[in-house]
């Protein structure tokens, strides 16, 4: 069974005069362990795919299966709680708490999830040290640089033991060097411990190394395919 | 957690949320300091009172109460004082024999209250004799001394040793007349009561009466303010042919304003507090809105829209606190400060002391207050985190994380 | 051009600009309404309390005010009071003779305060006919005399009784009279209750040997405002003869009281304007601190800074005084209603002022400086708040400010 499924999506802004259909009847499956892009120009709808598959919007019609769970019939706190037990986010800036340091912001999730304090402690340090920020725990985010962030992010993301990580332009923020540095993370983490991964971008650098990439053109799939280039590094 | 992550919010702007702390400190410094000078005002002229002149409580006949004539006595006056002398708490008891009549001097004349007492026994229950301006307390030897106010001397035109006449009616019908001597003056700071009371022994009066010492009144002091109630009830019902009254029933316009200052205080704190909500109210909208993104980002990630809310609620409570406690202990150490020094307020007039306010005040506040107002400050900061809270969790998350 | 600008930044947010002049609103309205209702109480207090004793002004023999004796005691002849009547704005003339004696009635005897007063300019002051509950009303005719009721009843006095008086009279004669009652009077104040005794002026020089004697003449005017005035003419008819006090000078107890209240509302006042103040203050900061890229962006395209600071300035007025404003209106309305509608007060609060005699009103009046004092502060707290933004742009260097996130 796939992890995520889009049955016959469709999105209509209707706030402006002109309604906008950014989606239409989108059919999508993305199985466990992907590493997969959703990209396409702006007005493409990749954003508002991102946000539907995350339940941070709602469908104007069509369904979405998450994990087996139909959440297009989930109300906004239901929703909050399920995305905590079974998404991980990651999004281009604004990631984490300022005022927390480097530990408390991927605790802090664990704190919504009711975790212990040992266990959180223990699974702080050992996400913080995997990312290669064991030395800058104790950091706050404005003592980190862009990329360092983003990399607290993802370990913050991999707390909750999500079902799988959204990523919406991680890298979009970042030099060349932080963003194959960060993309070289997450691949790892994809291939050593089978974290699926779901892009939003328009970063060539991030679709050079998705292994799957749906293209969105003016709501639709365009084209979808996988990036066998990629899948061999 | 919640809480930690509100306290920490609060610092994010610095000078902001130092302005709105100062606001906060200073307001209620201000507010507690002004209430305490108040309170401590009326505090002291109660306390006064009840010293000068009432005494914890008194009995006096029925009949006395309905009719002030000469001939309501306390029947069996004695074997009262006695038996009160033995009850606990009571530190002193004085009967006082009171009779209405005209003071004269060749200049001018007055109506007063001549009030029989046994020196001794008076200086126990009222701290009169603490105030003699000139000369010393009734003596114990010299017969027909009398002590007058200072406001009676100055009107009569007297002045110590002179002679004042008084007159009055005697218990068998006829007017008796006599000299006193002015043995001193005293200046109660309730020119009211100087300018109409005068004090002599009763060996005397009953000499001049040719009758055996009667009282109209008996003043009771107790070792504290506590049980009065259940005291004085107690009294009551061991004498029913009296009427026993507490402080309270003797000067109920004292009582009154007692109860009156208390309300007074808090409405006085409440209005401070409620022009510091639009200031807190302000600030936190403001920092809410600052935080478009990360609230969205918060609900995003997982953190349910009622955490959010009371995120900004415990921010509001904290900020509001921090001011408070600042503002509480300056408060405090101010009142205490003028409290041990004490406030001169002859700068302000004479005309004071014909309310019986005294002219040196002590600054006091109830113990009551700090609770209270600490309860008072939180409920102001809840209100006004209301709306910002509101505007935190109405974001919706994708709109609020939007890419660029 | 500058002002259409500023007025439209501050509705870029509107609730925080409406939050903001709400403080001051509530500032603004709180003290009118508490000013106007204090002048007004205070008016009342003071209206009532002189018209049961001194009146407004007194004229009164040298000493007569220390002593307090018949001793003290003038002539004024008939053509002096006529001209004083004649004095504008002036209601009422009471002349009296007061000294106190002994009461007798039956086995009882009392001191009581022996008032010889004109009926019907007494009836004009203290309004004395209409709180007679039994028998009637002083005349110039008869020598009957009112007892007031706490009296009475001490004594067990009825109208149709008569009563000994007994004392001391002018000049050291002994004054002693049996006289009937004609009417009992009932007043408020306890200690006026049981003590007072009504005679008509002829009946009370004869009583006390001091035929067209009078210890004080004492008046009554139109509104507390012709005080000056007043007293001015009232020393033009008589000159340096007498001494004349007004009612401060009599009741300087009355003044310290009005005095520390309006002292402790005052200082309320303030507290509550200081607070609202800083409310204000940091809001126009949080304000100018959030458009430190615009600013950036203005200065950059050429607006010079002084015009910017103009601007900012001109928003904070208008912060200011919109609150101002509307809360000045709507204090206005509320007192001008509460003018003609004084508010029935209970509870403990009329309990006391019944107790005093007064009726449990609140009452509201206004002066010009209830207003003025309001402007005043709030262009104060506009004036501090606008030195935020003047030191912010001041000290804004383009460069940074459009790079800042």
């Given at each position: 069974m796939p992890l995520i499924e889009l049955k016959k999506i469709c999105k209509t802004y209707s706030e402006t005069k002109v309604p906008v259909e950014a989606l239409r009847d989108v059919d999508l499956q993305i199985d466990k362990g992907e590493f997969?892009?959703?990209?396409?120009?702006?007005?493409?709808?990749?954003?508002?795919?991102?946000n539907i598959i995350g339940g941070l919007d709602d469908p104007t019609s069509g369904q979405i299966i998450v994990d087996g769970h139909d959440i297009s019939t989930l109300k906004k706190d239901e929703m909050i709680n399920f995305r905590l037990h079974h998404i991980g986010f990651v999004f281009q800036a604004y990631n984490l708490i300022p005022v927390f340091t480097a530990r408390e912001n991927v605790e802090f999730i664990m704190l919504l999830q009711k975790i212990s304090k040992e266990e959180r402690e223990k699974r702080a340090i050992e996400l913080l040290t995997a990312v290669g920020l064991a030395d800058r725990i104790d950091s706050r985010p404005s003592e980190l640089s862009g990329g360092q962030q983003q990399r607290v992010a993802v370990a913050r993301a991999l707390a909750s033991h999500p079902s799988f990580v959204l990523a919406d332009e991680p890298t979009a923020n970042l030099d060349s060097k932080s963003a194959i540095s960060l993309l070289e993370l997450m691949e790892v983490l994809n291939h050593e411990y089978g974290m699926t991964f779901v892009f939003s971008t328009h970063d060539s650098r991030v679709i050079k190394r998705a292994h799957r990439v749906i293209t969105l053109v003016d709501g639709m799939i365009a084209s979808d395919v996988a990036n066998n280039a990629a899948h061999e590094d | 957690m919640l809480i930690q992550l509100a306290w920490k919010n609060i610092w994010r702007n610095k000078k902001r949320s130092l302005i709105i702390l100062?606001?906060?400190?200073?307001?209620?410094?201000?507010?507690?300091?002004?209430?305490?000078?108040?309170?401590?005002?009326?505090?002291?002229?109660?306390?006064?009172?009840?010293?000068?002149?009432l005494g914890h409580y008194q009995l006096h006949s029925n009949e006395y109460k309905a009719e002030n004539l000469i001939t309501n006595y306390i029947p069996n006056g004695e074997t009262v004082i006695d038996s009160l002398q033995m009850q606990p708490a009571v530190v002193a008891v004085s009967g006082r024999t009171i009779i209405e009549g005209i003071a004269a001097s060749p200049t001018s004349s007055g109506g007063v209250r001549i009030i029989g007492i046994d020196p001794p026994d008076e200086q126990k229950v009222t701290t009169l004799y603490q105030y003699m301006k000139q000369g010393t307390y009734l003596d114990t030897v010299k017969a027909n001394t009398i002590i007058?106010?200072?406001?009676?001397?100055?009107?009569?035109?007297?002045?110590?040793?002179?002679?004042?006449?008084?007159?009055?009616?005697?218990l068998d019908e006829s007017i008796v007349y006599s000299a006193f001597r002015i043995q001193g003056t005293f200046s109660s700071e309730s020119s009211a009561f100087d300018e109409t009371t005068v004090f002599v022994r009763q060996t005397d009066l009953f000499a001049l009466l040719n009758h055996p010492i009667i009282f109209h009144e008996i003043a009771v002091r107790l070792d504290s303010d506590k049980e009065l109630t259940a005291i004085s009830g107690q009294i009551q019902q061991n004498f029913p042919g009296l009427k026993v009254e507490t402080w309270r029933e003797l000067a109920p316009e004292l009582n009154m304003v007692n109860d009156m200052m208390s309300m007074y205080l808090y409405i006085f704190l409440g209005i401070i507090l409620l022009a510091l909500l639009f200031g807190i109210t302000n600030i936190m909208l403001m920092s809410v809105l600052e935080r478009v993104r990360e609230f969205g980002m918060l609900m995003a990630v997982g953190m349910k829209?009622?955490?959010?809310?009371?995120l900004v609620i415990f921010e509001a409570i904290a900020l509001s606190l921090a001011g408070g406690v600042i503002g509480?202990?300056?408060g405090s150490i101010l009142t205490a400060i003028f409290a041990h020094v004490g406030i001169d307020l002859s700068i302000v007039g004479e005309g004071l002391s014909s309310f019986g306010v005294s002219s040196m005040l002590y600054p006091s506040l109830p113990w009551t207050i700090y609770p209270t107002l600490t309860f008072m400050i939180i409920v102001t900061a809840v209100i006004s985190a209301i709306l910002p809270a509101r505007k935190a969790i109405r974001l919706k998350p994708s709109e609020a994380i939007r890419s660029f | 051009m500058l002002i259409q600008l500023a007025w439209k930044n501050l509705w870029r947010n509107k609730k925080r600009t409406i939050i903001a002049a709400s403080s001051i609103f509530f500032a603004v309205v709180l003290s009118v309404f508490m000013r106007s209702g204090q002048k007004g109480s205070f008016d009342y207090m003071i209206h009532m309390t002189v018209s049961s004793q001194t009146g407004?002004?007194?004229?009164?023999?040298?000493?007569?005010?220390?002593k307090r004796s018949l001793d003290q005691s003038i002539v004024i002849d008939s053509k002096e009071q006529k001209q004083f009547r004649e004095i504008p704005n002036v209601t009422s003339v009471v002349p009296r003779l007061e000294s106190f004696s002994l009461i007798s009635f039956g086995s009882a005897t009392k001191v009581a305060s022996i008032i010889g007063t004109e009926p019907i300019s007494e009836d004009q002051m203290t309004r004395l006919k209409s709180k007679v509950i039994a028998g009637t009303y002083l005349d110039n005719t008869s020598d009957g005399i009112l007892v007031a009721e706490g009296l009475a009843r001490l004594l067990k006095i009825s109208v149709g009784d008569s009563i000994v008086l007994f004392g001391q009279g002018y000049q050291g004669m002994t004054a002693a009279a049996l006289l009937p009652v004609a009417g009992i009077v009932k007043f408020n104040f306890p200690a006026q209750n049981e003590k007072s005794v009504y005679l008509n002026l002829p009946t009370a020089q004869w009583l006390f040997a001091a035929p067209d004697r009078i210890t004080s003449l004492s008046f009554m005017i139109g509104n507390i405002r012709y005080l000056k005035p007043v007293t001015g003419e009232i020393r033009s008819v008589c000159g340096d003869r007498f001494e004349i006090m007004t009612w401060e000078e009599m009741m300087p107890e009355l003044v310290q009281m009005i005095q520390s209240k309006i002292a402790a509302a005052s200082i309320m006042l303030m507290i509550l304007y200081l607070v609202v103040g800083f409310g204000i203050f940091a809001t126009v900061m949080m304000f100018t601190n959030e458009r430190l890229r615009e600013f950036g962006m203005l200065i950059s395209i050429?607006?010079?800074?002084?015009?910017?600071?103009?601007?900012?300035?001109?928003?904070?007025?208008?912060?200011?005084?919109?609150?101002?404003?509307?809360?000045?209106?709507?204090?206005?309305?509320?007192?001008f209603y509460g003018m003609r509608h004084p508010i029935h007060l209970t509870g403990e609060t009329a309990e006391m002022m019944l107790s005093y005699g007064f009726e449990p009103l609140l009452t509201f009046d206004i002066t010009p400086a209830l207003f003025t004092d309001q402007v005043v502060i709030v262009t104060i707290i506009a004036l501090v708040s606008a030195i935020y933004p003047l030191m912010f742009i001041r000290r804004l260097k383009p460069i940074k400010a459009l790079h800042s996130l």
């Amino acid at each position: 069974m796939p992890l995520i499924e889009l049955k016959k999506i469709c999105k209509t802004y209707s706030e402006t005069k002109v309604p906008v259909e950014a989606l239409r009847d989108v059919d999508l499956q993305i199985d466990k362990g992907e590493f997969s892009a959703i990209v396409g120009p702006s007005g493409s709808g990749k954003t508002t795919a991102l946000n539907i598959i995350g339940g941070l919007d709602d469908p104007t019609s069509g369904q979405i299966i998450v994990d087996g769970h139909d959440i297009s019939t989930l109300k906004k706190d239901e929703m909050i709680n399920f995305r905590l037990h079974h998404i991980g986010f990651v999004f281009q800036a604004y990631n984490l708490i300022p005022v927390f340091t480097a530990r408390e912001n991927v605790e802090f999730i664990m704190l919504l999830q009711k975790i212990s304090k040992e266990e959180r402690e223990k699974r702080a340090i050992e996400l913080l040290t995997a990312v290669g920020l064991a030395d800058r725990i104790d950091s706050r985010p404005s003592e980190l640089s862009g990329g360092q962030q983003q990399r607290v992010a993802v370990a913050r993301a991999l707390a909750s033991h999500p079902s799988f990580v959204l990523a919406d332009e991680p890298t979009a923020n970042l030099d060349s060097k932080s963003a194959i540095s960060l993309l070289e993370l997450m691949e790892v983490l994809n291939h050593e411990y089978g974290m699926t991964f779901v892009f939003s971008t328009h970063d060539s650098r991030v679709i050079k190394r998705a292994h799957r990439v749906i293209t969105l053109v003016d709501g639709m799939i365009a084209s979808d395919v996988a990036n066998n280039a990629a899948h061999e590094d | 957690m919640l809480i930690q992550l509100a306290w920490k919010n609060i610092w994010r702007n610095k000078k902001r949320s130092l302005i709105i702390l100062s606001a906060i400190a200073i307001g209620l410094t201000c507010g507690l300091f002004v209430s305490a000078v108040m309170y401590g005002m009326w505090d002291t002229t109660i306390r006064n009172t009840i010293d000068k002149e009432l005494g914890h409580y008194q009995l006096h006949s029925n009949e006395y109460k309905a009719e002030n004539l000469i001939t309501n006595y306390i029947p069996n006056g004695e074997t009262v004082i006695d038996s009160l002398q033995m009850q606990p708490a009571v530190v002193a008891v004085s009967g006082r024999t009171i009779i209405e009549g005209i003071a004269a001097s060749p200049t001018s004349s007055g109506g007063v209250r001549i009030i029989g007492i046994d020196p001794p026994d008076e200086q126990k229950v009222t701290t009169l004799y603490q105030y003699m301006k000139q000369g010393t307390y009734l003596d114990t030897v010299k017969a027909n001394t009398i002590i007058i106010g200072e406001k009676l001397a100055e009107k009569l035109n007297l002045k110590l040793n002179s002679k004042i006449v008084l007159s009055f009616q005697g218990l068998d019908e006829s007017i008796v007349y006599s000299a006193f001597r002015i043995q001193g003056t005293f200046s109660s700071e309730s020119s009211a009561f100087d300018e109409t009371t005068v004090f002599v022994r009763q060996t005397d009066l009953f000499a001049l009466l040719n009758h055996p010492i009667i009282f109209h009144e008996i003043a009771v002091r107790l070792d504290s303010d506590k049980e009065l109630t259940a005291i004085s009830g107690q009294i009551q019902q061991n004498f029913p042919g009296l009427k026993v009254e507490t402080w309270r029933e003797l000067a109920p316009e004292l009582n009154m304003v007692n109860d009156m200052m208390s309300m007074y205080l808090y409405i006085f704190l409440g209005i401070i507090l409620l022009a510091l909500l639009f200031g807190i109210t302000n600030i936190m909208l403001m920092s809410v809105l600052e935080r478009v993104r990360e609230f969205g980002m918060l609900m995003a990630v997982g953190m349910k829209r009622i955490k959010v809310f009371f995120l900004v609620i415990f921010e509001a409570i904290a900020l509001s606190l921090a001011g408070g406690v600042i503002g509480i202990i300056f408060g405090s150490i101010l009142t205490a400060i003028f409290a041990h020094v004490g406030i001169d307020l002859s700068i302000v007039g004479e005309g004071l002391s014909s309310f019986g306010v005294s002219s040196m005040l002590y600054p006091s506040l109830p113990w009551t207050i700090y609770p209270t107002l600490t309860f008072m400050i939180i409920v102001t900061a809840v209100i006004s985190a209301i709306l910002p809270a509101r505007k935190a969790i109405r974001l919706k998350p994708s709109e609020a994380i939007r890419s660029f | 051009m500058l002002i259409q600008l500023a007025w439209k930044n501050l509705w870029r947010n509107k609730k925080r600009t409406i939050i903001a002049a709400s403080s001051i609103f509530f500032a603004v309205v709180l003290s009118v309404f508490m000013r106007s209702g204090q002048k007004g109480s205070f008016d009342y207090m003071i209206h009532m309390t002189v018209s049961s004793q001194t009146g407004y002004i007194q004229v009164h023999g040298k000493d007569f005010w220390d002593k307090r004796s018949l001793d003290q005691s003038i002539v004024i002849d008939s053509k002096e009071q006529k001209q004083f009547r004649e004095i504008p704005n002036v209601t009422s003339v009471v002349p009296r003779l007061e000294s106190f004696s002994l009461i007798s009635f039956g086995s009882a005897t009392k001191v009581a305060s022996i008032i010889g007063t004109e009926p019907i300019s007494e009836d004009q002051m203290t309004r004395l006919k209409s709180k007679v509950i039994a028998g009637t009303y002083l005349d110039n005719t008869s020598d009957g005399i009112l007892v007031a009721e706490g009296l009475a009843r001490l004594l067990k006095i009825s109208v149709g009784d008569s009563i000994v008086l007994f004392g001391q009279g002018y000049q050291g004669m002994t004054a002693a009279a049996l006289l009937p009652v004609a009417g009992i009077v009932k007043f408020n104040f306890p200690a006026q209750n049981e003590k007072s005794v009504y005679l008509n002026l002829p009946t009370a020089q004869w009583l006390f040997a001091a035929p067209d004697r009078i210890t004080s003449l004492s008046f009554m005017i139109g509104n507390i405002r012709y005080l000056k005035p007043v007293t001015g003419e009232i020393r033009s008819v008589c000159g340096d003869r007498f001494e004349i006090m007004t009612w401060e000078e009599m009741m300087p107890e009355l003044v310290q009281m009005i005095q520390s209240k309006i002292a402790a509302a005052s200082i309320m006042l303030m507290i509550l304007y200081l607070v609202v103040g800083f409310g204000i203050f940091a809001t126009v900061m949080m304000f100018t601190n959030e458009r430190l890229r615009e600013f950036g962006m203005l200065i950059s395209i050429g607006m010079r800074k002084i015009r910017l600071i103009w601007v900012t300035f001109i928003e904070t007025i208008f912060i200011s005084f919109i609150g101002a404003t509307a809360g000045s209106i709507v204090g206005f309305i509320i007192v001008f209603y509460g003018m003609r509608h004084p508010i029935h007060l209970t509870g403990e609060t009329a309990e006391m002022m019944l107790s005093y005699g007064f009726e449990p009103l609140l009452t509201f009046d206004i002066t010009p400086a209830l207003f003025t004092d309001q402007v005043v502060i709030v262009t104060i707290i506009a004036l501090v708040s606008a030195i935020y933004p003047l030191m912010f742009i001041r000290r804004l260097k383009p460069i940074k400010a459009l790079h800042s996130l």
